[in-house]
């Protein structure tokens, strides 16, 4: 495969072509009903911060049961990792796509917080903002989304991205792009089985 000028694709471009490609996925395996953009962006926050939380239980949980370390990377922790970082990344772009905004603008910005921070607190905080905004725009600003809550939105999925991407992957051996493409399998397969919804990391 070439570019347009006869040279093979960058790594970049490559990033860029699955990001293009998971987001096109996502769009097609959205399912909820549709309201105003904030009551949207409500149900994928919801999604994303139990995500979040199942991420960090599955991963206390492994850490308890086998003794392994976070430079451990078995099998085992690292596909158990994969399907719930692939689960909040799935939310994240999903949020996105409410947003008309592609990935690469969210994914190719450097986090804004002090480097004394840990990623559980800083994605914790983002979290929180997120939260607010789109709790205000339901409150304050009759379901419409203004421009500088959407800023702050945008921001804060910016500063998890990077905090999975750029901290939390490392530290088990993976990457953004295998969370993305083990999501991509896993919702497949759901899709496929009709088992979409219902409860169950493993149904």
């Known amino acids: 495969m070439v570019n347009a000028d006869g040279q093979p694709p ?5 990033v860029d072509d699955i990001f293009e490609e998971y987001e096109s996925f996502v769009r097609e395996t959205s399912i909820f009903k549709r309201s105003t953009v904030p009551r949207n962006l409500s149900y994928l926050y919801c999604g994303a911060v139990e995500e979040f939380c199942e991420f960090k239980s599955a991963e206390q949980d492994l850490l308890n049961t086998s003794g392994a370390t976070t430079e451990d990377d078995s099998p085992e922790k690292k596909q158990a ?4 970082l692939g689960d909040l990344t799935w ?3 999903a949020m996105c796509n409410e947003l008309h905004t592609p990935l690469a603008a969210v ?6 917080a002090g480097e004394g921070d840990t990623a559980n607190e800083n ?13 205000k725009s339901i409150r304050d600003d009759g379901e419409v989304m203004v421009p500088e809550k959407e800023s702050a939105i945008l921001r804060a999925i910016s500063t998890i991205f990077w905090e999975v991407s750029e901290r939390i992957c490392p530290l088990y051996g993976v990457s953004l792009v295998e969370a993305m ?8 397969s759901r899709f496929a089985r009709g088992v979409v919804q219902g409860d169950g990391d493993n149904r």
Do not use: C, F, H, W
């Open 10 to 14: 960058s790594k970049k471009q490559k």
């Open 81 to 84: 990792l994969l399907k719930e």
């Open 91 to 93: 939310y994240l772009t």
């Open 107 to 112: 994914t190719d910005v450097q986090s804004a």
């Open 123 to 135: 994605i914790l905080q983002a979290l929180g903002t997120m939260g607010g905004k789109i709790k």
């Open 181 to 188: 493409q083990a999501n991509m399998e896993k919702v497949k």
